[in-house]
Structure formats: C-alpha cells, structure tokens
C-alpha cells in the first residue's frame, strides 16, 4: 500500500466533522431543533425528545408549533411569514422566555434562542432551548421563602408589638404604683409633720400654760396682798390727822387694781387673738385728738416728772380705723415707755402720714433692751433680762405685733442700752380718706 492510500482525502474529513457534530448536537444537555422556513421539524436532539415525550419519529415533519401552547401555536406561521418578509426579528437572535407544551399537555417554562442559516440557497431555523423547570421552582421556592419570611417578621413584629405594649402598659402600671406608693409616704410624711406640729403645739400649749400659771401666781399675788395691806393699814388710820396716810394707801390700791385691770386685758386681749375673734369697727379718728385722749387717761400712771410731747403735724388727719385696736397699740407702747424710763423724763409721740401711709415714732429715754435680747422681743411672755425686776407679763409687744399684723402694717424699733428705745409703725390708710380743715 502506498503512502497516497492513507493520506485522508476531504470526504473523510467532513464525514469525521460532520460526525462529530452530530455527537455535540446528541449528547448536549438543551434542546436543539431544526426547522425549515414553513416551521416544520427537520431534526431534534435527545434532548428534545426527553423535555416534551415525544420520540424523534413523531416530531420529523411536524409543525413546530406542536410543541407551543396557545396562542403561540396558532400564530406561529404568521411569526415566521412576517420575519421573513419584513426582516424584523422578535426572537431570532435575541432570544426570551416562552413556554413550551409537554405531549401529556403540561407547559412548562423555557429559555429559546433562534438563529437563522442559509444551506445552499435555502433557508433553516436552529432554536436552542433551555428547560427552566427547576430555575422557575428554584425562584417560585425563593418567593415562598419570601413570602413565609415575610409573614414571619410580620409575625414577629406583631409579637414584638404586643410585647412592647405590654411593657408598656407594665410600666404604666409600675409607674402608677410608685406614685400610689409615693403619695402614700408623702401622705405618711405630711401626716407625721402634722402629728409632730401637733404634739409642738401641745408641748408649747403646756409650757404657756406652765409659764401663764408661774407668771399670773405672782402678778397677781403682788398687787393683791398690796391691796390687803392697804386696806389693813387704813383700818388703823380712822382719826382725822391720819387723813394723808390714807389718801396715800388708797392711791396703791388704786394702782395695784389698774395693774390688775391690765393683765386681766392681756389676757382677754391674747384670748381673742388666738381664738381669731378680733372684728374691726372702723370709724372716722381724728388722730391727734385720739392720740391726747390716751396722754390724759395714762398720765396719772406716770411716773414722777414724765411727760409726753405729742407732734402737731397730724392735728388736721382724720383716718378710718379701729379706735379700740389703735388704743390698745398705743397704750401698751407709751405705758411701756414711762415703765421702762426714769422720773423727770420726756417721752416723744411723733406722727406723720402721706397719702398712703400713718406714721407713729415712740421714743423714750429709758434703760434700753439689751442687743441679745431684741431679736426676741414680739415673743409671747419673752421679758428682757434687765427688767426681770420690773412687773410685767411679756404679752404687751406680743399683742401689739399681733394687732399691727391685723391693721396689715408694719413695726420695727431701735434700742441701746441705757439710751432709750424708739419704736416706729406703719399702717396703711386705705381705708382712710384725709380731710383738710
């Protein structure tokens, strides 16, 4: 054999391609289909014949529409007429997804892609097809998946909802307890200071009581058995030329009822307060007037010497005010000022006034009140300790405070030692209308 006889030729070798592709073409895992310019079925791979149930004999020369479902069966034809008249392709070459039609009648998606080849003069479709199945079921399991995680958040976003609500409203209630608790230990708090205010009170009731016993034993004791003596003394002076002895004892009776009348009126006086029984009769005073009305009824409790200079700046006001609770004021403030000041002394009353505003300033020469003392003045029964030897109650300023407190003025003072002590007062005239004559 020569060397010519095993030289391939081109017949050999296009039956070895043409072999070969068809091997490719068989055993390829898409569908490949040929189909001739009519649409009918010219050849098919294994493929094919495994995706739609029908064998290879059943589909040579049958319309490829046979394996369409409606509509695309029924206008198939019409595809391919209008593409080949107008060159326009739809699928040819770009491709898309179409369903594709089971023998047994099932649709089922797919991925086709049609190319277009001229074989001598003549022209032929080639159409890959690729089985989405188990994409589309992988995507409609994703969509499920979705779909359940969905309503599961939602599910739990309703759970959390619910739960956050009932936290809520948990805590309203924890709030609402504390509060509860609060106002009750509040409650508890209030009631144990009204208690303690209360049990105060009554411990300071009991000291006033203590000191109001103490304090009457001996201011009443004292004028009192000054009566008795008087009285006993008198009964001795029956002759004539005992006269002057008995003027002189009847005198420290006289003296000694005043200063009983006196206290009693603290009392009665302090009685009122407390009991907030104080009612104000205002009428028309003329200040000056009033003011030497009260000099003459003090004067014979002077003491030797005294006098008491009134200021005339106010001789033409009249106020409107309370005459019995502006002659207790006075009164206790210029008895006050002869008690505590020596014989032959002056005694100052200076009142002036705006058209708001009464103006009283006492000033006295008298032993003055110790500084460490001044800051308890306006105490109930508080006495300074250098006139503990001077009879007296200590309610006198207290009272005052009180009535000045009434009137809504003001009172204030200035005191040192073995000098003297003035006192000032404010009372508003708004209840006054001044009158000029």
């Not at 009519?38 to 739609?52: M, T």
């Not at 995680?149 to 609402?176: C, D, G, P």
Request: charged content about 25%.
């Amino acid at each position: 054999m020569s060397q010519q006889d095993h030289t391939p030729n081109r017949s050999d070798n296009l039956e070895e391609m043409g072999l070969r592709l068809k091997a490719v073409i068989e055993t390829a895992t898409d569908c490949i289909i040929t189909i001739s310019s009519r649409g009918i079925i010219e050849s098919v791979n294994d493929a094919v014949v495994k995706l739609f149930g029908y064998s290879t004999e059943e589909l040579i020369g049958q319309n490829i529409s046979v394996l369409m479902p409606e509509p695309d069966r029924s206008n198939h034809n019409q595809y391919i007429d209008n593409y080949l008249e107008t060159r326009k392709a739809k699928i040819i070459g770009i491709g898309r997804e179409v369903e594709g039609l089971h023998k047994n009648g099932t649709r089922f998606p797919a991925r086709l892609s049609v190319s277009e080849v001229v074989l001598n003069d003549r022209t032929i479709f080639t159409g890959i097809l690729h089985d989405l199945s188990q994409q589309k079921q992988a995507e409609q399991e994703i969509r499920k998946l979705n779909t359940q995680l969905e309503a599961r958040v939602e599910e739990r976003t309703t759970e959390l909802e619910i739960a956050i609500s009932r936290l809520l409203q948990t805590n309203q209630k924890l709030e609402h307890e504390i509060q509860v608790r609060k106002n009750a230990e509040e409650a508890l708090q209030k009631s144990k200071e009204e208690i303690n205010k209360a049990l105060h009170a009554e411990k300071e009731l009991g000291a006033l009581k203590s000191r109001f016993v103490s304090m009457a034993s001996h201011e009443f004791r004292t004028p009192l058995s000054s009566i008795l003596t008087s009285v006993e003394l008198i009964e001795l002076y029956s002759q004539s030329e005992s006269h002057p002895k008995r003027e002189k004892h009847i005198e420290r009776i006289k003296s000694a009822v005043t200063n009983l009348t006196s206290i009693l009126n603290d009392f009665l006086s302090l009685s009122k307060l407390e009991e907030g029984n104080i009612q104000l009769n205002p009428v028309e005073l003329p200040i000056y007037a009033f003011c030497q009305k009260i000099n003459n009824e003090l004067k014979p409790t002077f003491k030797t010497g005294q006098e008491l200079l009134l200021s005339k700046a106010a001789e033409e006001l009249i106020i409107f005010q309370d005459p019995k609770v502006l002659k207790l004021i006075f009164s206790n403030l210029l008895s006050n000022a002869s008690k505590y000041s020596p014989e032959n002394s002056t005694i100052h009353c200076n009142i002036s006034y705006t058209d708001s505003t009464l103006s009283i300033e006492i000033m006295d020469q008298g032993i003055g009140i110790p500084e460490e003392d001044q800051m308890h003045l306006f105490t109930r029964f508080f006495r300074a300790h250098n006139v503990e030897n001077i009879q007296g109650t200590g309610l006198g300023l207290n009272i005052v405070k009180q009535y000045v407190d009434l009137l809504e003025g003001t009172i204030r003072f200035e005191s040192k030692l073995g000098k003297g002590t003035t006192f000032w007062l404010e009372i508003p005239l708004k209840m006054a209308e001044r009158t000029d004559y």
